[in-house]
């Protein structure tokens, strides 16, 4: 239980994050142009990334991992890649709702889940970074209770990492 944070604690009220340095993930050395990640939507920071601390999920009512960062918006609100790379899957799934991931330089690949819809990029597009990939939603129905909002999740090779190191602290 030392590992449980208190639902008021988690509530959607924690401001978008100002760039941070970089960290070093063990086994991982991140390169330069992922401390320039592009923030991929307007709003603000709602469940945060926590992999391995439990934190209350209130859309199914119970503790649980976070592998993302929800950056709760306006329904519509236009979702950016990130940076540069290759739409490498656009998919449904049960509970993260529309998903794509994109691919890109350095073995990091973002993924975008709870969009409005599948997108408005094909698998295999070459997409620039602040290029509109979809829109925000409420199609994660593990996430519901956020409202529309863009659950992003950043890795690199394997690993988790926690996007609100890597993203710039708003859109351009």
């Known amino acids: 239980t030392d590992n449980v944070i208190a ?3 988690t509530r959607y009220a924690q401001a978008t994050p100002a760039p941070k340095p970089v960290a070093a993930q063990p086994g991982t050395q991140p390169t330069p142009e992922a401390a320039r990640y592009l923030m991929p939507a307007a709003g603000q920071v709602g469940m945060p990334f926590s992999p391995e601390t439990v934190v ?8 649980a991992t976070h592998n993302g960062m929800d950056i709760l918006t306006e329904a519509g609100e236009a979702v950016r890649a990130c940076a540069d790379g290759t739409v490498t899957r656009i998919w449904q799934d049960e509970l993260l709702g529309h998903c794509i991931e994109i691919t890109h330089r350095g073995g990091y690949i973002s993924t975008y889940a709870s969009l409005h819809s599948p997108g408005v990029v094909e698998e295999g597009a070459a997409v620039s970074r602040g290029q509109v990939i979809g829109t925000a939603g409420t199609s994660a129905r593990a996430e519901c209770a956020a409202g529309p909002h863009v659950h992003t999740e950043l ?8 996007p609100a190191e890597f993203f710039e602290d708003s859109l351009e």
């Open 7 to 9: 639902p008021e604690v």
């Open 56 to 63: 209350y999920n209130e859309t199914l009512g119970e503790y």
């Open 155 to 162: 890795r690199r090779i394997h690993q988790k990492l926690d």
